[in-house]
């Protein structure tokens, strides 16, 4: 499964990939009607990510179409430059096919050329796949953000999880 850099030309069908992800799964931080980026925005963000170099934006594919994603957003001050903050979203008919872990290398690499140490997400606490694939490319829960989400009218624990890359 090829994963490489988000282009410009992936604005669409990458926004279509993040609005069926939130349709998917309540696994993500919005809901799908929350979602409201245009095509043209969407470039827009690519284009100054790519420029910048500072942030990451890579796709997985499958015959040509993009059926996952993980962001990582890095810190902007000199004492949080060292870190990176994740977000991965696979579409579901794709998931348990180790998209997931070829993100998670392809962006340990990445992060490593740029002399980042430590990556962070968070995940719900009862979102075991996910917990699942953070722990086995070596991520540890830190602490638990109590009712941090509502979802659904009951609120949910997330977890803070982080690697340290040496």
């Known amino acids: 499964m090829p994963i490489r850099i988000m282009r410009e030309s992936d604005a669409e069908a990458f926004l279509n990939v993040r609005k069926k992800t ?17 095509v043209e925005q969407q470039r827009e963000e690519i284009h100054t990510i790519s420029a910048q170099g500072q942030h990451l934006l ?9 059926v996952g994603f993980l962001t990582g957003t890095r810190g902007e001050f000199r004492r949080n430059k060292h870190t990176l ?38 995940v719900m606490a009862h979102n075991q796949a996910g917990q699942a694939l953070y722990k086995k490319r070596g991520f ?8 941090s989400l509502l979802l659904d009218g009951n609120y949910v624990d997330e977890y803070v999880m982080a690697k340290i890359l040496t």
């Open 58 to 66: 890579l796709v997985a594919e499958e015959d040509g179409q993009i």
């Open 22 to 38: 939130l349709e998917e799964t309540q696994f993500m931080l919005r809901e799908p009607d929350e979602f409201t980026k245009t």
């Open 85 to 122: 903050y994740i977000v991965i979203g696979i579409l579901q008919a794709f998931t348990g096919q180790g998209i997931g872990t070829q993100l998670f290398v392809a962006m340990e690499a990445w992060a490593r050329e740029r002399g980042i140490t430590r990556l962070d997400l968070t």
């Open 140 to 147: 540890v829960i830190e602490g638990t953000k109590k009712h």
